[in-house]
């Protein structure tokens, strides 16, 4: 079934792992995103949830429009910087001199 979701107040359409929209930068966007192994329903709207929260937009709810949630960060800070030591974080860190 397909999912609409709403972006900079552009509306776009997920089904079968692949999008569709009339804005092409929008549409470009989000095949940057796409996942085309999302094929069931449950799926489709994981996929769809993932990428209006990824750009800060709203997916469709029956007639109405929700706002979706921001997914969680895929790379942290933690997974670079040694504990207790973020300021050393960065991918020149090992030329630091060590104390």
């Known amino acids: 079934m397909p999912v609409k979701i709403r972006i900079y107040g552009k509306e776009a359409v997920f089904t079968r792992g692949c999008w569709a929209c009339e804005d092409e930068s929008l549409l470009a966007m989000l095949e ?3 996942d085309p192994r999302a094929v069931t329903e449950a799926e489709e709207h994981a996929h769809a949830l993932y ?5 800060g937009g709203l997916i469709a709810v029956g007639e109405s429009w929700e706002a ?3 997914p969680a960060p895929e790379i942290r800070l933690e ?6 030591q973020p300021e050393r974080a960065g991918w020149l860190s090992f030329l630091r001199r060590r104390k």
């Open 32 to 34: 940057s995103l796409a």
């Open 51 to 55: 990428a209006a929260g990824r750009y």
């Open 68 to 70: 979706a949630p921001h």
């Open 79 to 84: 997974d670079f910087a040694p504990a207790r």
